[in-house]
């Protein structure tokens, strides 16, 4: 049976190529998108559509993995041109009404949040899905599979679709062209061990490729799974370090610490400027350091 035409539509967040992706799959009587991206790159989406023949009002259905800005934010101007958005119980909840997502996000963004991630419209209920876990979405000719994948997000779904899974964040952060992957280790939810259990899972899932939102679709799966895995242990023995010189670390110098790491370990790869602006758009190594800091508070040593 012939695979279905999956495209890759980049949306140039910032300005810059291959930090978000929106897949597009066309059915016998659907078009169906992964991911949105955000309120910011509605005009990327819509040159990515047009270069297929398409307009925003063509989209039918709109898969989420999770309801992060950078993947969700453009759903709500979605529905309301006609798509039917699909989306994790636990997220859906914040697509009806986003105002504590935005609330958090302005905390971190500031008066940047406009023009990193747009507006950030509510779902109108009537076009809000909620899909549970492992509950296959049929539509018209087309099936996909929703595995619920925290560690990342409480709210984290991977999709599968004929060989493809799309990883969202849970398959970790990779540019074209370098054999070379990050771990979006972002508060408030990231947990370790459930990120394990969720790779594990996917391990046990059928599909020969993987397409994560930042970015692109590979055909080595196995590995990347495996340097996840492998990110997730380092980052773990980086904070048992730094919590061990500073249990109460200014989050400032940790920031600068972990960056710096990451611009090492990239330079080890050999990695251009662009793409290290590129990974660091689509996944700001500080944002990570925040996030292991309050896994280690809020979950390694509760209690």
Not at 156 to 176: K, L, Q
Request: glycine share 10%.
């Amino acid at each position: 049976m012939a695979q279905t035409r999956v495209v890759t539509l980049d949306l140039n967040f910032q300005g810059r190529p291959q930090a978000i992706a929106s897949y597009l799959i066309r059915g016998s009587d659907a078009v169906v998108l992964v991911e949105s991206g955000p309120g910011s790159t509605l005009a990327g989406l819509e040159a990515g559509l047009a270069s297929e023949g398409l307009s925003p009002r063509d989209v039918t259905h709109l898969l989420l993995t999770h309801i992060h800005l950078d993947h969700a934010g453009a759903a709500g101007w979605l529905a309301r041109q006609g798509a039917g958005v699909y989306v994790h119980p636990v997220g859906a909840p914040h697509m009806l009404n986003p105002e504590k997502l935005i609330a958090s996000a302005t905390r971190i963004y500031g008066d940047r949040m406009d023009s990193l991630w747009g507006e950030f419209l509510p779902v109108p209920e009537e076009k809000l899905h909620v899909v549970r876990d492992r509950e296959g979405i049929v539509i018209g000719n087309l099936e996909f599979l929703p595995v619920n994948t925290p560690g990342h997000a409480e709210h984290h779904y991977a999709y599968i679709f004929e060989d493809i899974c799309f990883s969202g964040d849970v398959g970790g952060v990779r540019i074209p062209g370098f054999q070379y992957l990050r771990v979006p280790m972002v508060p408030p939810e990231l947990h370790l061990e459930r990120w394990h259990e969720s790779v594990n899972r996917l391990r046990g899932e059928r599909f020969s490729r993987i397409a994560p939102t930042h970015f692109g679709i590979y055909d080595d799966p196995g590995w990347q799974l495996r340097e996840v895995d492998k990110g997730l242990y380092d980052a773990e023995r980086w904070i048992e370090k730094m919590m061990a010189e500073d249990p109460s670390p200014p989050i400032e110098p940790l920031r600068e610490s972990f960056t710096t790491w990451m611009v090492e370990q990239g330079a080890a790869f050999g990695l251009s400027e662009d793409v290290v602006k590129a990974y660091g758009l689509a996944n700001p190594p500080g944002m990570s350091a925040d996030g292991l800091l309050r896994y280690w508070k809020k979950v390694k040593t509760a209690g």
